[in-house]
């Protein structure tokens, strides 16, 4: 394997500073792996307010242009960002797309540019069905100019109607998302954990992620009735009232709500409870990084089987257990089963860490994007 250093171009709608998401942190995971093993990064994003335009953070190189518009959260540049991406692209060893994006695929497709393209394939588009249609044929050339497209679990490879393709399949290869437990503070949040109660030694079960719609917390709120253990949801989002209003209705006393965390507030939570617990019931969750993150504080896992990388993450019957979507019931009975067996529970938090360590820990991410950057460069 040649050993000289690679130069990375990420393309994204958005990144750090910007407010944060699941995809960025993503990014931010892969360049801080791949810097050990020889590749530098650059991170190419828009923003309302790109100022300075330039970043330099740890993993990356953050160049940012302006984003006029993001109708239907796809944020859209202008002329400036034709320019910048182009120089930027051609001065790449490779150029590193994350799906999706369909402004990213303008540029690509418009800059005739030669470098070398991968792309991580994170999610279907799921809920736009009109505007997805729409869509299709760019995204469908898009796919089809990469020199690899990577998805995030086998599982995903496997049900993704896109990545099933058969113009489109011989070009997939499975890459799992993953992320360093060095990335996560020492230090203790003990008056939030005063200040919900959760200082009592009682077991609780953990959410922990953006309120949306396709994360099934409907159903947790639901199910929450039939578990004698304090559920904590930690996290804000569009979906946040409705749910509280809904503890409130069904009369669940047992939900404890207690908005955004900190880092250093979510190790706490993750250190302290006794399950983590990720309802969600769409395809959107492609992956639920939350599960790795459970994983590295050796906790059992909850989730729901809906085809993606959830069910990749956690292995049901061995580091958690995987129920059927939409059903309050599954998801009670698996809390309560993990709730009545200590053993049982201490086995599968044991197993989920070495699974962690097997295919999601910093070292595993680096090593297998690391190779794919290197196997896609032209010889020599």
């Known amino acids: 394997m040649s050993k000289r250093r690679i130069s990375v171009l990420h393309v994204y709608r958005t990144y750090f500073p ?47 242009c302006r984003s006029w518009a993001a109708p239907a959260s796809c944020d859209l540049g202008g002329r400036d960002a034709f320019i910048r991406f182009r120089v930027l692209a051609e001065s790449a060893d490779v150029v590193h797309f994350h799906f999706p994006w369909p402004f990213g695929d303008v540029l690509h497709l418009m800059s005739c540019c030669s470098t070398p393209a991968v792309m991580t394939y994170h999610s279907d588009v799921v809920r736009q069905k009109m505007l997805g249609m729409m869509y299709r044929p760019l995204m469908m050339r898009m796919l089809k100019s990469m020199s690899a497209i990577v998805a995030t ?99 669940v006393k047992n939900v404890c709500f207690v908005g955004q965390v900190t880092d250093e507030e979510k ?40 085809g993606t990388g959830t069910s990749f993450v956690n292995e049901g019957g061995k580091t958690g257990v995987v129920v059927p979507p939409e059903s309050p019931r599954a998801l009670a009975e698996a809390m309560n089963l993990i709730l009545r067996d200590p053993g049982l529970a201490k086995s599968m938090g044991e197993a989920a860490r070495e699974r962690y360590l097997r295919f999601f820990s910093a070292e595993a991410l680096g090593r297998e994007y690391a190779q794919l950057y290197r196997d896609v460069l032209p010889v020599l």
């Not at 992620?209 to 009735?225: M, N």
């Not at 769409?282 to 459970?294: D, Y």
């Open 153 to 251: 679990s086998p599982s995903y490879a496997r049900t993704s109607e896109v990545l099933t393709h058969p113009m489109i399949r011989p070009l997939v290869r499975v890459i799992p998302l993953g992320i360093s437990e060095n990335h996560y503070p020492a230090g203790s949040a003990d008056a939030l954990m005063r200040r919900r109660g959760l200082d009592d030694g009682r077991p609780f079960f953990l959410f922990i992620g953006v309120l949306r719609y396709y994360k099934g917390l409907h159903y947790l709120i639901e199910a929450a009735a039939e578990v004698d253990a304090r559920i904590v949801v930690a996290g804000s989002g569009p979906e946040e009232e409705a749910l509280r209003q809904l503890a409130e209705v069904r009369g």
């Open 267 to 306: 190790v706490a939570l993750l250190n302290g409870c006794l399950a983590l617990v990720l309802p969600s019931h769409l395809r959107s969750e492609a992956f639920g990084m939350v599960l790795v993150e459970a994983s590295i504080y050796g906790k059992p896992l909850v989730s729901c089987d809906i």
């Open 18 to 64: 910007d407010p944060q998401g699941g995809l960025q942190e993503a990014i931010r995971q892969i360049c801080l792996a791949v810097r050990p093993l020889g590749c530098e990064s650059t991170v190419f994003a828009l923003s309302p307010h790109p100022s300075p335009r330039e970043i330099s953070s740890p993993e990356a190189l953050i160049v940012r």
